[in-house]
Structure formats: structure tokens, C-alpha cells
């Protein structure tokens, strides 16, 4: 990984990659802050947690849509999930789940057992 080190552009990001690769404990929004932001062409991770936020397209969406969410998902929390522009608009639906955590919806034995939680899922829907 510290080969690896030389490609990142900003004093920022270079920082951060050495805490990365020192196994200094980092939050998600140092990482979205240096990299993710600026990939995208934010400033800073508020700008881009402004812009991407679910709320808007979930509350203009005319195409059905399914939502998953775990409510042991370390990432997106059950507090932050839009539950009343759910409410509001029958186009858009919210399935939550007790466990599932932020990549859990693959399914148990992935990717050794091919059917998966989000499979299982869409047959039941479109049956």
C-alpha cells in the first residue's frame, strides 16, 4: 500500500493515506471530506452529503421504487431514513430489516450460495 501513496494529489489526502496505512482510527467523513467530496467535484463532504441526499429523489421519484435498509447498518442508521416522504409518496417503497448491516443484503454463503436476500426479493414481487 505505501507505494501506492504517491498518487494522492493534496497534502490532505496524502495525510490521510498514511493515517490509512498507520491503522489510525478514521470516520467516514475524513474519507468523504478528502477523497470522495473531490472526486465528484464537492468541496467538502457537507456539500456532498447536501446533494445526494435521498430525501429530494425519493419525494419527486413517479417510478417505483423498493428501498432496503438494515436497522444495524453502521453507515445509514434507521433515525436517518426519510420515513414520512415514504409516507407520502405511494411510489416508493421501504422494506427494514433488523439485520443486514451496510452489505449484508448479498445473503448468507455468498458467493458460495448464488440466490441472495435481494433475489429472494424481486421474485417475490414481480410473482
Not at 77 to 92: Q, R, T
Request: hydrophobic letters at 35%.
Amino acid at each position: 500500500i505505501s507505494n501506492n501513496g504517491n498518487v494522492f494529489k493534496t497534502k490532505a489526502q496524502k495525510k490521510l493515506f498514511r493515517s490509512i496505512s498507520r491503522s489510525e482510527s478514521i470516520s467516514l467523513t475524513e474519507i468523504d471530506d478528502v477523497f470522495i467530496a473531490p472526486m465528484f467535484g464537492y468541496s467538502n463532504s457537507t456539500e456532498y452529503y447536501k446533494d445526494i441526499c435521498i430525501s429530494r429523489c425519493l419525494k419527486e421519484t413517479q417510478t417505483f421504487t423498493i428501498c432496503v435498509n438494515a436497522d444495524d447498518d453502521p453507515c445509514y442508521s434507521k433515525e436517518l431514513f426519510p420515513v414520512e416522504v415514504v409516507k407520502e409518496n405511494p411510489n416508493v417503497c421501504l422494506i427494514s430489516t433488523a439485520a443486514g448491516g451496510h452489505y449484508g443484503f448479498a445473503g448468507l454463503g455468498w458467493p458460495f450460495h448464488r440466490t441472495t436476500f435481494t433475489d429472494k426479493l424481486i421474485s417475490q414481487i414481480v410473482a
